[in-house]
């Protein structure tokens, strides 16, 4: 079936530690994007790609990078910089297609907890 | 500056009741509004998508309005079960730009 896969489910960031996660799909979708989820907020963008080899600088870029090397995967690298990692990450993609809004598909999150 | 308003933001019902949840936004410059549904611990998963040029969608027991000269739309459930227990979140996809804009959700509990 065609979907969305985020690895791991849950992961752990030791003080001073980069960590990556990972985002695949299989649905042939130009756009890919992340998305941070705190408790009782909406979700908020970080990064997002039309294309691939070019992304662009979403809401709360700080402290995050992405790489958008093939067209199934945008892989996050949580950074050092990031002073406040925890939270659920969501990777999610779409057709891009003109200017005729597209419904947004989800993976299942990656919960990212300090050590 | 869009922004996406969900209220209540918790909802208690009894099984078998009909329920409105309220989104409204800001701006109504927008391609589309999007209804999701979110598991504890899940992704989010796609109920309905609006177009600007529409002013509802259906399926199944859920039915989605569009009003965007007010900047509001609402979920209907029809015949609440306990199986709709979730968070339900609007989003709102802006003209001129590639940004969505999320609520922050309403959390249904619908009781046995």
């Known amino acids: 079936d065609g979907g969305i896969t985020q690895s791991p489910k849950y992961l752990f960031r030791k003080e001073g530690q980069n960590v990556t996660l990972s985002c695949e799909q299989n649905l042939n979708h130009d756009a890919m994007y992340w998305y941070r989820q705190d408790p009782g907020q909406g979700l908020r963008l970080i990064y997002y790609?039309?294309?691939?080899?070019?992304?662009q600088k979403g809401d709360i870029a700080e402290g995050y990078s992405v790489s958008r090397e093939k067209k199934e995967s945008f892989p996050l690298t949580v950074t050092s910089a990031q002073k406040n990692p925890t939270a659920f990450y969501l990777c999610?993609?779409?057709?891009?297609?003109?200017?005729?809004?597209?419904?947004?598909?989800f993976g299942d999150g990656t919960r990212l907890s300090i050590l | 500056k869009q922004e996406v308003t969900q209220i209540p933001a918790a909802l208690s019902v009894p099984e078998g009741e009909n329920l409105v949840l309220n989104c409204s936004f800001t701006?109504?410059?927008?391609?589309?509004l999007q209804w999701f549904r979110q598991d504890p611990g899940k992704g989010l998963t796609s109920l309905l998508l609006i177009q600007s040029s529409q002013r509802e969608q259906t399926s199944g027991r859920l039915n989605a309005s569009l009003d965007k000269s007010s900047g509001r739309s609402t979920l209907y459930i029809a015949a609440s079960q306990p199986g709709d227990s979730a968070t339900y979140l609007c989003?709102?996809?802006?003209?001129?730009?590639?940004?969505?804009?999320f609520g922050a959700g309403t959390r249904l509990f619908v009781k046995a």
């Open positions: 701006d109504s410059a927008i391609y589309n």
């Open positions: 989003a709102v996809r802006n003209t001129g730009g590639f940004k969505t804009i």
């Open positions: 999610a993609s779409s057709i891009n297609q003109g200017a005729k809004g597209q419904p947004q598909h």
């Open positions: 790609s039309q294309i691939v080899n070019d992304f």
